[in-house]
């Protein structure tokens, strides 16, 4: 007799959603925000902010602050499009600073291409 054992991908494309690509996310957002040109700035912080806000809402019942009416619309958000929302709109956001004009570097975009690659790849895998 065999017991339901989810698929390796799938158990990696849970844990980097989870916990990988908000993070990673948020750490090239806050470069970007530090060393980039005036314009490229706003789209790295709002992606900074709005992955700040996932990660906290993810980890808030660990907290043990998952309570109010901003955590559950949070929440609510997180759990939107089986979770992809969340990690697109941010996502979405850093890629503007890809079509900036004079954004130091390049190389947070390529870091960023790879990261949304994996988690698409990861994503389509498991569908």
């Known amino acids: 007799m065999t017991f339901f054992e989810p698929s390796p991908v799938l158990l990696a494309f849970i844990f980097y959603k989870k916990f990988v690509f908000l993070e990673l996310l948020a750490v090239l957002a806050l470069i970007r925000v530090l060393v980039g040109p005036g314009i490229a ?19 808030a019942p660990a907290a043990g602050i998952a309570q109010g009416d901003l955590y559950v619309s949070a929440a609510q958000f997180m759990a939107e499009g089986g979770g992809m929302a ?3 709109v941010p996502s979405a956001l850093f890629l503007i600073c890809t079509m900036t004009p004079r954004a130091r570097w390049r190389w947070l975009d390529v870091l960023h291409i790879a990261l949304l690659a994996i988690l698409l790849g990861l994503w389509w895998w498991t569908n």
């Open 41 to 59: 700035r706003w789209p790295a912080l709002f992606a900074l902010l709005m992955s700040l806000g996932g990660i906290a809402t993810i980890f």
């Open 86 to 88: 969340a990690l697109l």
